[in-house]
């Protein structure tokens, strides 16, 4: 197995890990505490630098980037700021899936778009207030009107929703087929009329990612919004979100990283009992446990990512790595907070933020449990 990283995956990390260290890093906790004009400043510089749409084809303006590249672009901004990882992760998930399945029109209009910085983001419109980790239930109608569908409905905790500038929506297309089967996706500009867009969710992370509820009410689109087949689009929605858990398990592994380098840089300076926190054996198994967690992480990441770039199945082994990157990521932020002790609970010091932050990867992309659904579902029912 090949362990190394080719020329171009080696400079798209290191230009990642440049812009965490230089302009995430120093403002992420007033991206934290709301300064929304700096977040997306920070975007669209993301975007200029192409990354935005890391493995959007030469042809459509992209760099065309492996999905390994992706992964480690991903992790590394993650570690500056995990609102500005996930607006990264999401709207590369959208410039794929247009790619991956929109028309030769669709592809040459939008594509550009987000790799020169005119769109800082897209946004991914699948889950409803009655529709979660069950997507096929979704009750979002598209209705045929002639040259036009009709989209009436809502969708809630869109990523970048507030500033995207193409909505990829799902919408029930056929609802006398079985569920899952009349589905089709279309493609929304930011500027439709009957698109309304709430205002952001207060959470308790991620606070300066917008995540906002989407509604549709008697929104006209044209035909030609129609991505992919007709009634046949709930299969491209499950296939993008198996690479979006590669997505969304760096960032877990970033912030996970960020916290424990930051633990660990403290408990060799802190003193108790006459030395450093660092030469307690207790604080030293905590930490070599989870360093170990992250790096097994990377590794699963790394596997499929891999496999997706050769084109092999790669659906089990990404919901393998969210899920473990997700909940190792966990454990290693409330470690690093145990390591600091008191001041762990403190904003001065930015642990408190990791531990706010990385709580979602847990949740979104598909919770832990359906993770362990889908990959139970590949080991004991296929």
């Known amino acids: 197995m090949q362990f190394e990283f080719s020329e171009e995956e080696q400079m798209i990390r290191e230009t990642a890990s440049q812009f965490a260290e230089n302009q995430l890093k120093p403002n992420a906790q007033k991206l934290d505490e709301g300064d929304h004009e700096l977040y997306l400043a920070q975007i669209k510089e993301l975007a200029e630098l192409g990354f935005m749409g890391m493995t959007v084809k030469e042809q459509y303006g992209g760099i065309g980037g492996s999905t390994v590249a992706f992964s480690l672009a991903v992790t590394e901004i993650a570690r500056g700021c995990a609102s500005t990882a996930t607006a990264t992760s999401v709207t590369n998930m959208v410039a794929e899936v247009i790619q991956a399945v929109g028309s030769e029109e669709q592809k040459n209009h939008y594509l550009p778009k987000f790799c020169n910085g005119e769109f800082l983001a897209g946004a991914f419109c699948l889950t409803e207030p009655s ?61 439709t009329p009957g698109m309304t867009i709430a205002k952001p969710e207060d959470k308790m992370g991620q606070r300066a990612s917008s995540t906002c509820e989407v509604s549709f009410n008697d929104c006209v689109i044209p035909k030609s919004a129609l991505m992919g087949e007709l009634n046949k689009g709930f299969k491209i929605a499950i296939g ?39 030469k307690f054996q207790g604080l030293q198994f905590m930490v070599s446990d989870r360093y170990t967690e992250l790096e097994a992480a990377r590794l699963l990441l790394m596997q499929a990512a891999y496999n997706k770039d050769q084109g092999l199945p790669f659906g089990t082994s990404a919901s393998m790595a969210k899920l473990f990157a997700s909940e190792k990521a966990n454990d290693a932020c409330y470690t690093a907070l145990q390591c ?36 139970a579902r590949d080991k004991l029912l296929s």
């Not at 001041?343 to 993770?371: C, H, M, N, W």
């Open 131 to 191: 529709a979660g980790s069950d997507p096929s239930a979704m009750r979002t109608t598209a209705v045929a009107d002639g040259d036009n569908f009709v989209l009436n409905g809502s969708k809630i905790y869109i990523t970048s929703a507030k500033f995207a500038g193409v909505f990829v929506v799902w919408a029930v297309t056929d609802p006398s087929a079985p569920r899952g089967k009349g589905i089709s996706c279309f493609l929304i500009d930011a500027d």
């Open 240 to 278: 993008e979100l198996a690479g979006g858990r590669i997505g969304i398990g760096s960032l877990a592994l970033g912030i996970g990283l960020e916290a424990m380098d930051y633990a660990s840089d403290y408990i060799k300076e802190r003193k108790q009992f006459g030395q450093e926190l660092s």
């Open 340 to 375: 600091l002790g008191g001041a762990g609970y403190i904003k001065e010091y930015p642990v408190e933020r990791f531990v706010r932050d990385v709580r979602l990867t847990a949740i979104y992309e598909g919770t832990s449990e359906i993770q362990r659904v889908i990959i």
